[in-house]
C-alpha cells in the first residue's frame, strides 16, 4: 500500500557531504512521520533523524549539528543533508514511514565515508 525508494547514497571523503532522499507513494494521507535509520556493522540499527507531520524534528545526538531532515509535502518526499561526514557514519540508511497503524521501511542505501 506504501512504497519508500530511497537515494543519493554513495562514497564520500571524511568532511564532505551527501543528501539522502526517500520518495514516497500509495496511501500516505494518514501519515504520521518519517525518519532515518541506519544499520552499522557489529551495531543494531539506530534512528538518526526524524520528522512530524506539523515539522517537528528530532536527532541522534551522534548527529546534533552535522545533519539536517527536511520535507516536501508537495513530492511527497523526506530528505536527509549530512555535513562534516565522518568515518563513524558509514553504514546502510533506511527510511522508515509511520502510520496509525502500520509503518514501512525503504530499501536502504549504502553510505560510506573514506578517512
Given at each position: 500500500?506504501?512504497?519508500?525508494?530511497?537515494?543519493?547514497?554513495?562514497?564520500v571523503?571524511?568532511?564532505?557531504?551527501?543528501?539522502?532522499?526517500?520518495?514516497?507513494?500509495?496511501?500516505i494521507?494518514?501519515?504520521?512521520?518519517?525518519?532515518?535509520?541506519?544499520?552499522?556493522?557489529?551495531?543494531?540499527?539506530?534512528?538518526?533523524?526524524?520528522?512530524?507531520?506539523?515539522?517537528?524534528?528530532?536527532?541522534?545526538?551522534?548527529?546534533?549539528?552535522?545533519?539536517?531532515?527536511?520535507?516536501?509535502?508537495?513530492?511527497?518526499?523526506?530528505?536527509?543533508?549530512?555535513?562534516?561526514?565522518?568515518?563513524?557514519?558509514?553504514?546502510?540508511?533506511?527510511?522508515?514511514?509511520?502510520?496509525?497503524?502500520?509503518?514501512y521501511?525503504?530499501?536502504?542505501?549504502?553510505?560510506?565515508?573514506?578517512?
Open positions: 500500500q506504501v512504497q519508500l525508494v530511497e537515494s543519493g547514497g554513495g562514497l571523503q571524511a568532511g564532505g557531504s551527501l543528501r539522502l532522499s526517500c520518495a514516497a507513494s500509495g496511501s494521507s494518514r501519515l504520521i512521520y518519517m525518519g532515518w535509520y541506519r544499520q552499522t556493522p557489529g551495531k543494531q540499527r539506530e534512528s538518526v533523524a526524524s520528522i512530524t507531520s506539523t515539522g517537528g524534528t528530532d536527532y541522534a545526538e551522534a548527529v546534533k549539528g552535522r545533519f539536517t531532515i527536511s520535507r516536501d509535502n508537495g513530492k511527497n518526499t523526506v530528505y536527509l543533508q549530512m555535513n562534516s561526514l565522518k568515518s563513524e557514519d558509514t553504514g546502510v540508511y533506511y527510511c522508515n514511514a509511520a502510520f496509525t497503524l502500520r509503518q521501511w525503504g530499501q536502504g542505501t549504502q553510505v560510506t565515508v573514506s578517512s
